[in-house]
């Protein structure tokens, strides 16, 4: 008897197992696009055509006489040309024109097979070091943020830390972190991990990308010699059920939405100043080296990590990936804008009021990007839809600050191994620490 259940159980994990590799997603599409620009670099000159060849390949094999849909225009912009090519001899070229003035343009193309649509899309640059934001500096700006940091420095940090031993490993420790901020009995939540060897060691601030989810711990910057804190911007504890989670999230809706029209309350001057209440904590911990105050992170992250570098002059280097809210103010004067795209045409009959365009400008990316006195080490893609590199460069191309910039034109939303590890060394290197 003990034998049948022994063989039933094996067998309900084995089916368990195929059942679960079965519906894991393909890591590539049977049919794909090949889009490449005329120049290797992707970049143009103001008023100089830009060509795309296109190609299509099923199963790695280029296919011939395939009819593809096509549109282009500005980046983020409704099409100024649409139309219809057939594929000679495996690929086509396609002439996107050019663009005036600096900044991105897009094309578009769709195919379908055995009636499914595949889909993909290229982006180029033109004169993409002489792109200016649009939006402008408040004259109050300074004075507005330096009277929301003293407010939040009079309430009590009130930190509470407990080690989670189940989080841990060998080489180390991790801790549930809870930090007053913004008002009394508000909370900020994250984790810190921290090398077990004894030792002073440099500071990594790192803030979330988008979203209304729990964050998870990760050794990854403790294991690289840094002590981490990796925070959650609404207020929630991590450790709430997924199911909370989602009900909070519903109910959130688009939070950045909230109280827009309203400066002294909108949504995220809770989490700026939360980013300069983590560096509080990080700086006052015993084991901080007295020095290096670093931040980094990607989407919202890169952002927050670009606000942070802005408002705090502890911070000492900076890592930001497609930073967002860059540039918000962009979709009103007819080209793209940062995410959350809150003026993009889906919102902008009910959101484009002077109240809530003053109220974007003391948030926006590039104003803090203004203020940046620290190198910094900066990376995007060119085909990113979620945050456009047209916003990304308004923010990057204002700071004076020593930079580093590494553009990987084919990625999306989505950073490569390689440029991952070239932002950890060279942080390390603004620490003195040179691993290569």
Known sequence: MKKFKLLLTSTLIALVFVSTSQVRPAPLKMVQFLLSPDHSDWNYELKENASINVSITKFGIVLNDVEIEYEFGPEMMPAEKKGVIKLKDGSAKINIGTLKEP???????????????YRDAIKVAFAPAQIEPTVKLPDDFDAYWKQALEANAKIPIDAIVTH?????????????????????????????????????????????????????PSTYFADMGFISLTIEVHGLSPEISKEDYTDIRNAFGDYWLDKLDDKANYYYKSVYVGCVR??????????????????KGGSQGGALSIVT??????VSCLA????????????????????????QDKYQKINATPEKINTASYFDVVNFARKIWVPGFYSFGYNDFTCPPTSVLSAINVITAPKKIVVTPI??????????????????????IDKE
Not at 105 to 117: C, G, P, R
Not at 279 to 294: C, S
């Open 278 to 295: 983590s560096i509080d904590f990080l700086t006052g911990l015993p084991e901080f080296d007295g020095k290096n105050v670093l931040v």
């Open 320 to 343: 930001a990936f497609y930073p967002a809210l860059c540039d918000i103010s962009g979709y009103l004067y007819g080209r793209a804008g940062g995410w959350p795209h809150m003026f």
């Open 164 to 216: 989670k031993p189940e989080y841990s490993t060998s080489n180390v420790d991790v801790y549930l972190v809870s930090l007053q901020n913004y008002k009394i009995g508000k909370r900020l939540y994250g984790y810190l991990c921290k090398p077990k060897a004894e030792g002073k060691y440099p500071v990594l601030f790192h803030p979330p990308g988008a979203g209304v989810k729990n964050i998870v």
């Open 103 to 117: 900044g991105f343009k897009q094309l578009i193309v769709k195919a379908t097979d055995n009636d499914t649509e």
């Open 411 to 432: 990625s999306g939303h989505w950073r490569f191994g390689d440029s991952d590890k070239k932002s950890n060394d060279w942080l390390l290197r603004q620490c003195g």
């Open 309 to 314: 570098a802005g408002l705090d002059k502890r």
